[in-house]
């Protein structure tokens, strides 16, 4: 199972960040969640949010209102839209691949390498 | 402010054990949700170390282990190598935010 996200590296504020995952190795629509985790530069990891095969998705409250994942209709990617983004959304952006939400599966088990997204004018 | 509060730092030197701790509430370890670690190298994406509060992936050294006691949980290494040295992150799903959540981080320095 191999990930890669992709998407602009920059992004003006107030504006939407968009980024994609391109997933390889196995069918999105078969089983297990697709999810994002960010990480601000030099901080800890933050969950954003993830979509379940079925089409269910889950976000962190902090983030609920300004998140969306979704599932391209070719099934072999996942995206994520977030809006009105601040200088606070500067962060490496991960997507990610785990088991459940709160089992002893629901790990992390497959990442992308990252993207940076700086929020600049 | 993490949900899970991990120590900034810990130290040891080559061949020492160390512990990492991972502390929760009723609403996330207490309520019986299993603990995830993560190791991070400088410059690398996290890479699942103990899953279910205590087992390892295939590849991971049994140096590793995890364990789970009411709201807290532990990443123990026994015979540090210099190679440990990254960050050390523990998930687990909290029911009042109704996602997932991680502790804050911990950088492990191998003297």
């Known amino acids: 199972v191999q990930l890669q996200e992709s998407g602009p590296g920059l992004v003006k504020p107030s504006e939407t960040l968009s980024l994609t995952c391109a997933v390889s190795g196995y069918s999105i629509s078969s089983a297990y969640f697709w999810g994002w985790i960010r990480q601000p530069p030099g901080k800890g990891l933050e969950w954003i949010g993830s979509?379940?095969?079925?089409?269910?998705?889950y976000y962190n409250p902090s983030l609920k209102s300004r998140a969306t994942v979704s599932v391209d209709t070719s099934k072999t990617q996942f995206s994520l839209k977030l809006t009105s983004v601040t200088a606070a959304d500067t962060a490496m952006y991960y997507c990610t691949r785990h088991g459940g939400m709160g089992g002893s599966i629901a790990y992390f088990d497959y990442w992308g390498q990252g993207i940076l997204v700086t929020v600049s004018s | 402010q993490s949900v899970l509060t991990q120590p900034p730092s810990v130290s040891g030197a080559p061949g020492q054990r160390v512990t990492i701790s991972c502390t929760g509430s009723?609403?996330?370890?207490?309520?019986?949700?299993?603990v995830h670690w993560y190791q991070q190298l400088p410059g690398t994406a996290p890479q699942v170390l103990i899953y279910?509060?205590?087992n390892r992936p295939s590849g991971v050294p049994d140096r590793f282990s995890g364990s789970k006691s009411g709201t807290s949980a532990s990443l123990a290494i026994t015979g540090l190598q210099a190679e440990d040295e990254a960050d050390y992150y523990c998930?687990?799903?909290?029911?009042?935010?109704?996602?997932?959540?991680f502790g804050g981080g911990t950088k492990l320095t191998v003297l």
């Open positions: 009723s609403s996330n370890i207490g309520a019986l949700y299993d």
């Open positions: 279910g509060n205590s």
């Open positions: 979509i379940y095969h079925s089409g269910n998705t």
């Open positions: 998930q687990s799903y909290d029911s009042s935010l109704s996602g997932v959540v």
